[in-house]
Structure formats: structure tokens, C-alpha cells
């Protein structure tokens, strides 16, 4: 009989670490940081290996933090984009609490960057049609690395996946 509660105890404990660990798709969810801190994050684990030669980073976001400098991604207005060597800078508008559109987009071939704001492009311009689609709802073709439906995350400190109205 122990052996038999000892057995079920341990199929247990490795059912809850296998979702613990690592947790699958975020679509129709949203990822909430309810209070700042230095040690919150997600990781997003990629189905396929990484060479890039293009990306198209799209998020939606909105803060209810007031005062500057609360969101450290946007803390002086200005966001900076590194990918080897020297970074590129763009000004963005403030982020609020109602939704922001956010993207970024890069191709390597002519090594071009642009940001997207709620459908608005920066100085450069890549993936135009994609990118506006996105901004107005549409579905486009997925990602051959990362898929919001199905991508393998995990949580580090205090972050909650709460489901998007």
C-alpha cells in the first residue's frame, strides 16, 4: 500500500513541475506584470533554431504606472534596437493606459528597422501590408519561429496569464 501512494505521489509531483516548467501557447492571453520589479519576466522558448534573416516583433501594451521612466523599455522616450554593432534609435510616443499597438520589424538583406506604432511606421518601412494588417486585427501567415498559439513559455516572478477580453 505505501508503494502504491509513494508511486501516485511522485506521478504527481511531475505532472505539477512539467507544467511549472514549461507552459504552452498564449493565444487570447494576455501577460500581466501587476507590480514592477527587477526579477519578472517570461522566457519564450522558439520551436526552431534562430539563424534570422528577418523578424517582425508585434505586441500589444499598456501601463497604468504614472509619472516617467516606469516602463524601463520606454523610459526616455526612446527606444534603441541592437542587433550587432551600433544600435538604432527611435522616439516613441508615450505609452497610457489604453492599448498600444507596438512592432518592429527587421530584414537583413538591406538591414533596415522600423517601429510601428498603432499602425504608424517609423523612418524605415518593411513588411508595410503585414504589419497594418496586424494593427487592424487581421490574421496573417505564422511565424516560422515564434507562434503566439502554441510557443513554450515560462514564467519568472511575478507575472500572471489571464485570458483576453
Known sequence: YMTDCWMMLMMLL????SVVLFTVGLGRKVLVFPYETDFSFVALIPQKEMGLRAFT???RLATELEGERQIILFAYGRVAFYLSGDGAFFLLPPITTF?????????????????????RRSTYQVYKIQIQALHYGHKITKGNIFDWATIEYQLNGNVMVVDDD
Open 99 to 119: 492599448r498600444t499597438s507596438l512592432c518592429l520589424t527587421w530584414e537583413s538583406r538591406i538591414g533596415l528597422a522600423a517601429f510601428w506604432v498603432d499602425g
Open 14 to 17: 511531475l505532472l505539477i513541475l
Open 57 to 59: 516583433l508585434f505586441m
